[in-house]
């Protein structure tokens, strides 16, 4: 568990580079907000998580793995992840934000991440 980060993940990483390139600035993991999002672009009123599927019980092949070793703990920690996922992501909503997730899987698409990010710069420009 030590192993595991919570900043600076190699998906967190793809998203950035992405986001940069496309010309978009943000503020990382603010910690004013609730669940300080991965990634925060104020200009554009809107913050992304960047979760990884295993951690926060995705519904692709990753996120549905069952541990070998203690399942029954592994699925109350991920469970209690994405319940926090969704009161986060709920009180964000309600102070104004948007909020979108970007999961881990779709980090192996980079032409995926670039239509979501310019959807978001889209969607704040107007």
Not at 36 to 63: E, I, M, N, Q
Not at 87 to 96: I, P, S, Y
Not at 104 to 116: D, H, L, M, N
């Amino acid at each position: 568990m030590q192993a595991v980060r919570g900043r600076d993940t190699t998906p967190e990483l793809v998203v950035r580079r992405i986001a940069h390139r496309l010309g978009m600035r943000f503020r990382l993991h603010r910690a004013g907000l609730p669940g300080r999002p991965d990634l925060v672009f104020p200009k554009l009123g809107t913050a992304v998580f960047v979760h990884g599927c295993f951690w926060h019980l995705h519904a692709c092949r990753y996120g549905r793995v069952v541990p070998a070793t203690n399942p029954d703990f592994w699925l109350k920690k991920r469970s209690e992840n994405a319940a926090r996922d969704r009161r986060k992501t709920a009180a964000l909503r309600r102070t104004g934000w948007s909020v979108r997730v970007i999961w881990e899987c779709e980090t192996r698409a980079p032409e995926k991440i670039e239509r979501v990010l310019l959807s978001i710069r889209e969607r704040g420009a107007r």
